[in-house]
Every structure is written in structure tokens, then in C-alpha cells.
């Protein structure tokens, strides 16, 4: 048993190692340093900024970061399900908006939906190049 947890523990840490690697090249392929793609919050801002606007970014941190709130404070769940889904909402378009700043298609912005971590190996890893400017 503890093979087991140790095993998917280290399979876990390399697929965390790669999509941070995938993190880097995507800010890279964008013209970014790859640095601003390890500053937590500030890297999801610049990622909006690449395929949308930065501003729909802060307000994709500020639904996560009420909806958080309002859970850790036991509000009424009506609520939480309005902000949770505007903030699932706003993810989606981003994840088409981002497969598209990267010239590919539909697929890709499923995949990112299902997978972040898969969609952004294969975007970071493949041939896909950035082709849109914010």
C-alpha cells in the first residue's frame, strides 16, 4: 500500500512538473517571460490578457475569491451557486478563447475544459503557436 501511494505520488509530482514546464513555454510562445507564469493570481491575469481582456481576469479572481468567502461563511447556497457558476461560466469561454489565441480549435478548448493540465502539455509541448494579440 505504501508503494502504491508513493507511486502515484511521484506520478503526480511529474505531471505537476510538467504542466508548470508547459506553463513556462506557453508565456514564452506569447512573447511573456516565462517567469510571470509562476506568480500565482498574476498569471491568470496575464493569461486573459492574451486571449480576452485582463480585466475579465481579475473578475474570474474576484468570483473565485467571493465564492470562497461566501462558503467559509456559511452563506445562503443560492448564492454560492450564482458566483460559482458565473466563475464556471467565465472559465469555459476563457479555455475556447485560449485554445483559439493559439491557433487551434474547439477540440483543444474541450480538452482544456476536462484537463488544464493535459490541454496545457500538449499546447506548451506541441507545434501550437500563438497567432492572436490581445
Known amino acids: 500500500m505504501v508503494d502504491e501511494i508513493f507511486g502515484y505520488g511521484f506520478c503526480a509530482m511529474i505531471i505537476a512538473i510538467l504542466v508548470l514546464i508547459s506553463n513556462w513555454i506557453i508565456f514564452l510562445k506569447a512573447g511573456r517571460p516565462g517567469w510571470q507564469s509562476l506568480i500565482p493570481l498574476y ?12 480585466r475579465y481576469g481579475l473578475l474570474s479572481i474576484a468570483l473565485t475569491v467571493v ?13 454560492i451557486s450564482i458566483t460559482s457558476a458565473a466563475s464556471m461560466l467565465l472559465q469555459i469561454i476563457f479555455c475556447f478563447k485560449f ?3 493559439f491557433g ?14 493535459l490541454g496545457r502539455i500538449i499546447l506548451g509541448f506541441g507545434g501550437s503557436r500563438y497567432v492572436r494579440t490581445a
Open 43 to 54: 498569471n491568470i491575469y496575464v493569461e486573459y490578457k492574451l486571449c480576452w481582456k485582463g
Open 67 to 79: 465564492s470562497l468567502l461566501l462558503v467559509a461563511f456559511d452563506a445562503d447556497s443560492l448564492l
Open 99 to 101: 485554445s483559439k489565441a
Open 104 to 117: 487551434n480549435g474547439m477540440f483543444m478548448g474541450i480538452i482544456l475544459i476536462l484537463s488544464a493540465g
